[in-house]
């Protein structure tokens, strides 16, 4: 970021030169390398510090920082955004001593509210007005892709709502289920579980997460504390581990039980609505056909075995593809850096560049989530 600080580059031990290390979010592929006995000085957000402590103890040295104020560190202006992500999560703002902005997304799911007053990036969005720019945006492209142009989270959200109850409907005594990760997804269960009126049961790992979350400030997990319930027997909705929801898995661990099921695996690789789906299932489904055909752009079917039914959710924690381009053609930075590699690398490459080159500054496809 045009500093003498790494982001989420723990996994390579002590940095020569490095200030400060920051943590953007507390997945493993962004704090892997990170250990009790990590020696470098961690910022990140006060979230974030929160669940680092559970998982690490006391020994780390963390600079927890506010959101939305410039904190000088080492004579750079340092400025944390809300990522929308997973709890904690955040953007890196940093202004050099040189006057250069440069922007560190992380991970994180855009939306309009981001470039508007009072988040600090609606002063660099571009417009006749502007009189400050981005250099350098370090960008989330997970999905920087056009077939991927999943739904807002809310739809996703209402999609699994619609049909869950359906489904309480043909089975009053079904047992919900919601893929998580270790931290992520919140906001899917619980809008879940208000909606539905119910209660949630998390097990020791992603309890422990969600009660440190909602103490360092999480909203959405502090909704989600109020619903859960100690005793499983008292919950309609069960959060499982995201891989619990696999094929295999479920024939090994929910099938066997006899009880009816309705599993929900969130996440924007479940974004299938070209999917082809049988006469034979859809007269299987535990909802009307009908319903599901309506909504098949925000849920897929992934496997129905006897009432065992599991469901992908198109609910993505990452930015879609039509919202990366209206974030970057709205912000026209100077430059682009892609931070996601791999086969798909190339491709996001020439869409980023053909973004930057457009004089197109009026993308009205970024809407509030």
Known sequence: IGTPFTVDAFKYGAVSGCAGYFLTHFHYDHYGGMSAKFEGTVYCSEVTAKLVRVKFGQSISLVPLPTNIFIRIHDYDILLIDANHCPGSVMILSRLPNGKINLHTGDFRAHANMLEAPCVLADFVQNDLSNQRIDT?????????????????????????????????????????????????????????????????????????????????????????????????????????????????????????????????????????????TDATLRRLPCTSETFLRLRHCVSVEMIAKTVYVFGAAYSEHSSFTELKAFITKLKPMQVQPTVFGGAAREARKHIDGWLRSDETTDTSLDKY
């Open 137 to 277: 945006i370090f960008l989330d492209t997970t999905f920087c892709a056009p077939q991927y142009a999943f739904p807002e989270q809310d739809l996703a959200i209402a999609a699994a709502v619609e049909i869950s109850r359906e489904a309480l409907l043909r089975h009053p005594n079904a047992l919900v289920l919601c893929g998580m990760y270790t931290i992520g997804k919140e906001r899917f269960v619980v809008s879940l579980a208000e909606q539905l009126e119910a209660r949630v049961w998390l097990p020791t790992k992603q309890r422990s997460l969600v009660v440190a979350a909602a103490e360092g400030g999480c909203e959405v997990c502090h909704r989600l504390r109020l619903r859960t319930v100690a005793n499983p027997s008292e919950a309609l909705i069960h959060v499982v581990d995201m891989g619990q929801l696999n094929p295999r898995a479920v024939l090994a661990t929910f099938v066997p039980t006899g009880k009816p099921i309705i599993a929900w695996k969130p996440s924007g690789w479940m974004y299938n609505p070209c999917k082809r789906v």
